[in-house]
């Protein structure tokens, strides 16, 4: 079974370092909640994990092994939710799940959308267009994503935002039982999602100690 960890991370956004000396591990079945004031970093580091983004010190290791060295085989282990990520107005919720299914070249992406839909509560939405998806409606398709494939890795950006209470539920069953099965799961959020033992990182401990003009090349 894999692990992840990060080793000693620093975090560059437009020149500006958002944390530094950031390490954690996870191991299989574990979770890591990331907390901290907004603007901390807590989507930026999520971003970094994802692959979307690179430190600008420091490395992550996926197995051992640096994620670098293997990018794609990383990225095939893990499901990044972003918290704004858009659902297309045109398409039905069944047609945006299927269309991130063929992404992983397994068989029937239409088939496991609508298990992902079923499982995540939403096959009476499953034919709709998503302009008519409610806030909570579409952050629960984007969630349905992680019900598509089995993947050792979830990244997942504030995902309880305009869920309501009995979604928030669900989205910790699915987490629990993914963590059963031995995945992992990052999660950032500003309100309670309930996991059993997490590991929590508080991005405030590690933001910037370095002048923001030492790296900008602009001393005062
Ligand atoms: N695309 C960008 N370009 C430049 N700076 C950015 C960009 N995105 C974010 N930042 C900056 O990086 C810092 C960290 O932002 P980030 O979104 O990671 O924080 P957060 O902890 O997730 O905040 P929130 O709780 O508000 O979601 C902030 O100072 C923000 O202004």
Request: aromatic residues 4%; hydrophobic residues 45%; glycine residues 10%.
């Amino acid at each position: 079974m894999p692990r992840f960890e990060g080793r000693d991370l620093t975090c560059l956004r437009s020149a500006r370092v958002v944390f530094t000396g950031l390490s954690f591990r996870l191991e299989p079945g574990g979770a890591l909640v990331l907390v901290g004031p907004n603007g901390s970093g807590k989507s930026s580091l999520l971003r970094l994990m994802a692959g979307l983004t690179r430190p600008f010190t420091g490395s992550l290791l996926w197995d051992g092994q640096p994620v670098a060295e293997e990018p794609e085989r990383f990225r095939a282990s893990l499901r990044y939710v972003g918290h704004l990520d858009a659902i297309k107005p045109a398409l039905t919720a069944v047609e945006i799940l299927a269309s991130w299914a063929g992404l992983d070249g397994r068989p029937d992406p239409t088939g496991r959308a609508r298990l992902a839909l079923k499982r995540m509560g939403l096959s009476h939405v499953a034919d709709l267009p998503g302009r008519y998806l409610s806030a909570g409606q579409k952050r629960r398709v984007n969630l349905a994503r992680l019900c598509l494939a089995e993947v050792p890795l979830w990244l997942l950006d504030e995902p309880t935002t305009a869920l309501d209470r009995q979604s928030v539920a669900k989205l910790a069953t699915e987490i629990a039982a993914h963590r059963r099965a031995g995945g992992m799961v990052v999660v950032s959020t500003h309100t309670d999602l309930d996991l059993a033992n997490p590991q929590v990182l508080d991005l405030s401990d590690f933001s910037a100690t370095m002048a923001d003009e030492d790296l900008a090349g602009d001393p005062a």
